[in-house]
């Protein structure tokens, strides 16, 4: 028995809710495959798509870790399991690289083992993989690439979270310029601390967003897009980010922002059609100054 499965890129934050929302897009994503074998414990047989960076070791990657955490946790650590990992989005790009794998890894197992535990069980194994990557716990990225959706995250401490509506024409365009960040660095350039009025708006931008999800309000999605506590100061790093936001906005964006800690951005848009639109604004910008890009559209 071969079990193959896809656990698709991430956005997270979506502009309102740093570490606490984030949403799954269809493409692209990471595969992992696992099948039975008669050496115990569990063996990375292939690595494909990481351009050599990542290590054939269990722990040396996060659909590894787990997967492990899930075995041990079964009292299951002896069963032979060989694992493929075939990664298809770059690292670095704010689309929960790290994230789709370690969902991948820890649902692939599962399945192999006659699902022993529900799909939102897994939410533990698959954040214990991705904090060995990245060194913070939020569920914004491994939360909606495991269940879907959009996801709101009530506790990242107590793994709380809520899949939220999402309307019928919700669409997202999502570009990702070639450069590289890393999420330490975009975590680090980061205030500590801040004001009464920014939690505010950022508190009433959130909690505008949900409500437009769920009365099927775009104009309230849109006029609660904004992100007051990263973006500011996480925009340097992303070449042109405020001339990409201005064209999507002035093709119909409902709103745009940064995805995860970037430098990939999106936007949200009503439809597929505007959402391809918006892409190609943003892409144009990004063109016009020789950075390669890859274009995403979605349905959320
Ligand atoms: N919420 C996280 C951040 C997502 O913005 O740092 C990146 O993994």
Redesign the pocket.
């Known amino acids: 028995k071969e079990i193959r499965v896809f656990a698709p890129a991430t956005v997270?934050?979506v502009a309102s809710g740093?570490?606490v929302l984030?949403f799954a897009i269809d493409e692209p994503g990471d595969e992992v495959v696992v099948r039975y074998s008669d050496k115990p414990g569990l063996r990375i047989t292939a690595i494909t798509g990481d351009g050599g960076k990542l290590p054939k070791t269990v722990e040396g990657n996060t659909a590894g870790v787990s997967a492990q955490d899930l075995l041990r946790h079964l009292g299951k650590s002896d069963v032979g399991i060989e694992m493929e990992i075939h990664k298809k989005m770059p690292f670095g790009s704010?689309l929960?690289s790290s994230?789709a794998s370690a969902v991948a890894g820890v649902y692939a197992v599962n399945v192999l083992l006659g699902e022993p535990l529900t799909k939102k069980q897994l939410l533990p194994f698959a954040m214990t993989g991705e904090a060995s990557a990245?060194g913070?716990y939020?569920a914004?990225?491994v939360g909606p690439s495991l269940l879907g959706g959009i996801i709101v995250i009530r506790s990242n401490q107590e793994l709380d979270i809520s899949e939220l509506p999402v309307p019928e024409n919700l669409w997202a365009a999502v570009v990702h310029p070639d450069i590289e960040i890393l999420?330490k660095v975009?975590?680090e350039i980061l205030p500590a601390e801040i004001s009464i009025s920014t939690a505010t708006q950022q508190m009433g931008n959130l909690g505008g967003f949900i409500c437009g999800l769920y009365e099927e309000d775009y104009s309230l999605i849109g006029r609660s897009l904004h992100d007051v506590i990263?973006e500011p100061f996480r925009q340097k790093l992303i070449p042109e980010f405020y001339k990409a936001k201005q064209e999507a906005l002035s093709h119909g964006a409902l709103g745009f922002s940064i995805s995860?800690?970037g430098p990939s951005v999106f936007a949200l848009c009503e439809g597929e059609k505007n959402a391809q639109k918006v892409a190609s604004a943003i892409a144009n910008v990004f063109n016009d100054n020789n950075l390669t890009n890859q274009i995403h559209v979605s349905r959320i």
């Open positions: 997270a934050n740093y570490d984030g704010g929960g994230a990245d913070a939020h914004d990225n999420t975009a975590r990263a995860g800690a």
